[in-house]
């Protein structure tokens, strides 16, 4: 079964960044829109950004747009989670997921990664 593996998570203080990517092991990851979640302690799951198949459209949260750019290699299965001007309460779980369609709610998505832990301190 094709899985998806995020890495790039970390510690960084309040201000700096971190490059988050997530793999797919599948071979059709060009058909799918690729989407990047979060989750704190204590709090739902919730979205962070969207990229269509092609990478042409991309949508964001309102807390992370202007900071936090999606962007996908079709050619290496990898899409990825550009983030600036960390702060605080960008600290959480990060997990990335597959769907047929372009959406902001976690219930298209068919396939999940593992998860890496972004910490930024203030």
């Known amino acids: 079964q094709a899985q998806l593996v995020e890495s790039g998570g970390g510690l960084v203080q309040a201000g700096g960044s971190l490059r988050l990517s997530c793999v797919y092991s599948?071979?059709?990851?060009?058909?799918?829109?690729m989407g990047w979640f979060r989750q704190a302690p204590g709090k739902e799951r919730e979205f962070v950004a969207v990229i269509g198949f092609n990478g042409f459209s991309t949508y964001y949260a309102e807390s992370t747009e202007g900071r936090f750019t999606i962007s996908r290699d079709n050619a290496k299965n990898t899409v990825y989670l550009q983030m600036n001007s960390l702060k605080p309460e960008d600290t959480a779980i990060y997990y990335c997921?597959?769907?047929?369609?372009?959406?902001?709610?976690?219930?298209?998505?068919?396939?999940w990664g593992q998860g890496t832990q972004v910490t930024v301190s203030s």
């Open positions: 997921a597959l769907s047929h369609s372009i959406a902001r709610t976690a219930a298209p998505y068919l396939t």
């Open positions: 599948g071979r059709t990851f060009h058909n799918y829109a």
